[in-house]
C-alpha cells in the first residue's frame, strides 16, 4: 500500500488537487503512475495543511 490511507480518503485528496487524477481504463476501473504518486510524497506536500486525513 502506498499512501496507508483509505479509498475514501484517496478519492478526497483527488478531489482536493492534492493527488493527481486517475486514468479511467473503464466505468469502475482507475489507475495513477505509481511515479506521479512517488513525486506527491516526495514533495511533502500531500499532508501540509491537512488535520484529517
Sequence with gaps: ?????????VWRLCKSGALPAP????????????????NVLNSGSLWKGSATA
Design 23 to 38: 486514468k479511467k481504463l473503464g466505468s469502475r476501473i482507475a489507475v495513477w503512475s505509481v511515479k506521479d504518486l512517488r
Design 1 to 9: 500500500m502506498l499512501l496507508g490511507v483509505s479509498r475514501a480518503t
